[in-house]
């Protein structure tokens, strides 16, 4: 919204217009922190979500690993499938 100036014709005025124009700085301000907090927030959750994704990838790998064994037990092979069921 451009200012209009020529409005601005005594001290009460120029004040009345100073005080939205540093009010709507504030409200600029704490959108981007807001921004900023939203996009550190989405970050931590990428993390999170691909740290749970590494442990699963890593139990699957173990899994496979040991059933690949010819030396395992019965009990051991029906075990480590039913981890590459879930």
């Known amino acids: 919204m451009p200012l209009v100036y020529s409005s601005l014709t005594d001290r009460a005025l120029c004040d009345a217009a100073t005080d939205e124009i ?7 301000s704490a959108r981007d922190v807001n921004s900023d907090l939203d996009d550190k927030r989405a970050e931590r959750l990428q993390n999170s979500a691909t740290a749970q994704l590494a442990t699963v990838e890593a139990r699957l790998a173990s899994a496979e690993a040991i059933l690949a064994l010819p030396s395992i037990t019965a009990d051991e092979r029906e075990k480590h499938e039913n981890e590459l069921s879930l």
């Not at 540093?22 to 600029?28: A, G, K, P, V």
């Open 22 to 28: 540093d009010f709507e700085l504030l409200t600029y």
